[in-house]
């Protein structure tokens, strides 16, 4: 069965983040408490924040965490998700990064995660970024974390992953500046399906010339958490 390109499907949210290491989260975690730390950057909006693996343990380190996601159901899971009861619990909102339901400098930082940025138009992301720069504060913060354009390109073609016992067969193509990227779930029984999810990447100086372009200032521009 084939599924509308740039929704994700129950079956990729239980293959790709069912489970996460936690030393992998605890990594990005604390490389977000480094470039926001509190208390100036105490307010945390959470964009994209699917079923919230990075919610909690902000939490638990004493920020104010609000997680926004489209998908309701995955919300759902980020509520349900147990935390340690040392931190605030965090506020989540159903909504579109192109239009956000929250007000004009609320939060001290935004971070979006897992390259969850660029599913749109050209015209669009550049107003999805708009629309973040609008929801900080004068000062505050975006951390985006991205495919890197010129690496994308150099890793295209054909493999074969294996999950929870699921044989995985992706595709990577680039057209024009949009990584395509085509899933086919194969399960040890039921049938296959399919998905395919498509992105703009930009290399780091495209990235700063369309953040310039809407009020940021680069800071940083790194490639890994460490």
Known sequence: MRRMRNVY?????STFLGRIDAAIVELEVAFVARQMPAPRFAKILDLCCGPGRHLWPLSERRYAVTGVDRDQDVLGRALARPGSGMGERPQLIAGDLRALPVASGAF???INMWQSFGHYGAAENGAALAEIHRVLRIGGRLLLDLYNRRFAERHLG??????EGVRILEERTMVHDRLVVQLRYEPQSG????????WQLFDPAQLAALATSVGFT???CCSAFD
Request: glycine share 4%.
């Open 158 to 163: 054909h493999r074969e992953m294996q999950r």
């Open 9 to 13: 499907t129950r079956r990729w949210f």
């Open 108 to 110: 001290d930082g935004v």
């Open 218 to 220: 680069v800071v940083a």
């Open 191 to 198: 049938p296959a399906e399919t998905e395919e999810f498509e």
